[in-house]
């Protein structure tokens, strides 16, 4: 069972993940522009928060999702065919009453919303329609978002990917066709997309699961095992923005709206970087909840050091790469007004780096049946961070916002590890210097990076060539790890295989 786990190299499917989520980004980037033409700023912050809405569906399903997830990967590795299909009806059932309470929700507060945000009367009424509509389609993405669930537990990554970027690139150019039309209309596009992703995933579960459309079945312990898994995962979900986004409105409090933009700025930078660890988390989900089902520890923890190390050696040169030119960068994205975020954006490039690493222990928790500890070491940090960031900002202002962001990732990464290795016990794969050596010394590079360009300031062709020659080492030493191939000769496809195969 063990080999079975490990079959796949880890870094294909991330590969193949992130390929899925950053096809549409680059095509909602496309279509940005228009949107913002077409509607104007008004109506298009009414949209931006309706695509918040469906961008963060792990708000509203109650930890169903990952616990789906989980759950399937288990039974697949145990060869528990009949649970299999509980398990997914019952997930599926679960979720599209969570999903119809969600959209309730949305409909009754649509206009507390459209009256907080002080729209102009000729908006109003167009907005509250938007809202209403924006809760009666919201079934939709939530029951597609149990699907897809399901497929990943089954490690059908490429086909998840491949309809994914397809739904994304039509939807953004839809999206910009539909602008022109209102809101109501560009809702419309989104939820007629995410239908056919919906009708594409139910074909592919029917694919890798035969005849499970033709028998029905709803399992009580299944659902009391998945609600109960999913409390603690919605606590995550819940608090997780409260530590990424919270020190903005301690900017805009204690500083006023123009901090806010020079902070802001180099934070989104910063994250656009964690596709890459989300994409590394979800390919290594399922491989850990199957290896722990069987009791190979050893692969659970060949697969949490793998995960790490293909998380820093991507974002390690990134990070130097912010760090050498944060005014460059920022000069290319928004313009000479955004050099002031240039301090900003070197500090919050080490926080990057740390926050993406704490993704992969996080994601161990769950997949290993404690999704309560990475949600008890976020509500234990929520409080000293807000107390520190709210002194540093009144000091310093968005350099203090980004020095506590910073340190606060770093707190977080080293709790998980910690607390990581006690769950786990001693084994081989997690020495210290195999698991956590390259991520010191991504660390120890970005500061001698920043120490040098504070002193010597180097011309931008010296600055580019030093981190060229980091990401080939990177690249060398990652192959070299045999992460990229562990087990050469090993034939197969991207997580294409039916169950049991």
Known sequence: MGSRALGMPLWRNSAVNLAGQALPALAYA??????????GLQRFGVFALVWTLFSYLTLFDLGLGRGTARAVARAREVGEEQLLYSIVWTSWLLLLVVAGGAGLVVWAVAPVG?????????????????????????????????LQAVLEGLRWFGPVAAVRAALGITTAFGLALSARSGLPAMVWTVTVARAGYLLALGILVER??????????????????????????????WMAPVLTYGDRFLVAILRGAADVSVYAVPQETVLR???????VATAAYPVLSGSQAVGATEDVQRTYSEGLRLVSTVLGPGSVL???????????WIGPQAQMAADPLRLLAVGGLLLGCAQVPSVAFAALGRPDVPARVTLALALPFVATAAMLVQFVGARGAALAWSLRAA??????????????????????RNVYGPIV???VILAAAAAVDAAFCPPPAVRLG???????????RLAGSKTLFPRLGENGCVGSARFGS
Not at 213 to 231: K, Q, S, T, Y
Not at 273 to 279: C, D, F, R, S, T
């Open 30 to 39: 496309l279509v940005l522009p228009t949107l913002i033409h077409e509607l």
């Open 114 to 146: 459209g009256a907080w945000l002080r729209l102009p009367q000729e908006v109003q009424g167009e907005a509250l329609q938007t809202f209403r509509l924006t809760g009666a389609v919201l079934p939709v993405f939530l029951v597609a978002w149990a």
């Open 208 to 237: 890798a699961l035969p005849g499970l459309w033709r028998r029905p079945c709803f399992h009580g312990r299944v659902a009391r095992e998945l609600v109960d898994f999913g409390r603690w995962v919605v606590v995550h979900a």
């Open 273 to 279: 970087l964690m596709l890459v660890p989300a994409a």
């Open 322 to 332: 912010l760090v050498l030119f944060p005014g460059e960068i920022l000069r290319l």
């Open 411 to 432: 707190v977080q990464f080293c709790a998980y590890a910690i607390l990581l290795g006690r769950l786990l016990g001693p084994g081989e794969p997690l020495k210290q």
């Open 441 to 443: 010394r991504w660390l």
């Open 466 to 476: 030093l981190v060229g020659v980091l990401g080939m080492v990177a690249v060398y």
